[in-house]
């Protein structure tokens, strides 16, 4: 077995149902088809990417009044944040199988820590963390340009926030 052949690491999250009662509960705020979908699979990625981050033993903050969890900044912007105390925002950017590239919007290139791609399955019941990017300056993004979840923590160290007394 070469190098080549290790599959990179992923982390795969079921969906649990309070992640669709709050994707179904944000989407509602929209009256709009194409939006409720935009925001739902928002929802779920953050869900997942929350999920992961506390595994990892991190402190997010989950339910607070970020861009991806309020309505008015959810209708002027495709947003999925996740704020990671000590360290900044994460947009957390969903997938469906067979896409071959990440989807950045342009309004979320800066002020964010990273971007975390996360793959929903058909039946949006589990979602694959594949790998992040750190920074981008194009809207599309190859997935084979994504770094591994291998190098998510050594990076995170790289971005810790000093505390404020």
């Not at 149902?17 to 994707?23: M, T």
């Not at 179904?24 to 992961?52: G, I, M, T």
């Not at 990273?114 to 992040?132: K, N, P, Q, R």
Request: glycine share 4%.
């Amino acid at each position: 077995m070469s190098v080549s052949d290790i599959e990179p690491l992923v982390f795969t999250v079921p969906l649990a149902l309070s992640a669709h009662e709050q994707a179904s509960r944000l989407q509602k705020q929209h009256p709009s088809r194409e939006k409720q979908k935009q925001v739902y699979l928002n929802s779920l990625a953050v869900y997942a990417v929350n999920y992961y981050l506390r595994c990892l033993g991190l402190e997010t903050d989950y339910n607070s009044d970020e861009d991806s969890q309020n309505a008015p900044w959810q209708t002027l912007m495709d947003t999925a944040d996740l704020v990671v105390v000590g360290y900044g925002s994460l947009e957390c950017r969903p997938l469906q199988k067979g896409d071959k590239n990440l989807y950045i919007p342009p309004e979320v290139w800066s002020d964010r820590l990273g971007f975390m791609a996360v793959e929903l399955d058909e039946s949006l019941t589990e979602a694959t963390l594949i790998g992040f990017i750190d920074r981008v300056e194009q809207s599309e993004i190859p997935l084979g340009e994504l770094r591994s979840l291998e190098e998510f923590s050594d990076y995170l160290e790289t971005k810790q926030q000093p505390e404020v007394v």
